[in-house]
């Protein structure tokens, strides 16, 4: 079961999921407004810093060493100098390499031998969401732009085909989702086929799969 909710939010603790290895998270500044999304036990939260956590949290967790993102089976780091970089199960093009290839299963995968993703010339994230086979990162402008699993429209290209799984998909040819005329993104979730994104004006879209409503 999946719940989405656009809310304010001061503190969370006791969240708790399948492999999170978390306990808590604890409250450094407030942190308003967040995108909730709620996967049986779990809690995703995107939002605006200051959230630190103590451990590795599903969907986007802020610590030291920036902002880790785990989905069912891939995990992201988003660097203090704005790099992401993705390991885990590769089939459906979710660690953004233009290949299915899974990173981190064989020696010499990880360290200085696993690459950044590729978001474009001058691109910079700011925040990553990963759920499931999807990955979404929120750019310094920004522009939204998410590849990987995209069975559901989760994407938001207007197409069913998963992106960053072949060559020539990711980087300048990874076009951002069109969120509305001059409407950008504050804080995405994503979730088991769909994706979320909170405004700069304060509203939320939602895209993907939609037949529980």
């Known amino acids: 079961m999946v719940h989405v909710c656009a809310a304010s939010l001061q503190c969370l603790r006791g969240c708790n999921s399948r492999g999170s290895g978390v306990e808590s998270l604890k409250r450094t500044t407030p942190v308003l407004p967040l995108l909730l999304v709620v996967v049986g036990l779990a809690l995703l939260a995107g939002g605006q810093a200051g959230a630190e956590a ?59 031998n696993l690459p950044p993703v590729d978001l474009g010339t001058g691109r910079v994230p700011v ?10 990162a929120i750019l310094e402008d920004g522009d ?26 990711m980087g300048d040819n990874l076009p ?23 405004l700069d004006d304060g509203t939320v879209k939602c895209w993907g799969f939609g037949s529980l409503g």
């Not at 780091?77 to 899974?102: K, M, V, Y």
């Not at 925040?127 to 979404?136: D, E, L, R, W």
Request: charged letters at 15%.
């Open 54 to 112: 103590e451990g590795a949290a599903p969907g986007s967790a802020r610590s030291s060493a920036g902002l880790l993102a785990t989905g069912t089976d891939h995990s992201c780091a988003l660097s203090p100098d704005h790099e992401i970089r993705c390991w885990g199960f590769g089939a459906q093009g979710q660690l953004g390499q233009g290949n299915p290839t899974n990173i981190g299963d064989e020696p010499g995968e990880m360290g200085d």
């Open 144 to 169: 939204l732009k998410c590849w990987g699993a995209n069975d559901m429209g989760q994407l938001g290209q207007g197409h069913t085909d998963n992106i960053g799984d072949e060559p020539g998909e």
């Open 176 to 198: 951002p989702v069109d969120l509305g005329t001059g409407r950008t993104a504050t804080a995405v979730a994503t979730s088991g086929g769909h994706t979320c994104a909170l």
């Open 127 to 136: 925040s990553v969401s990963a759920a499931y086979g999807t990955t979404c």
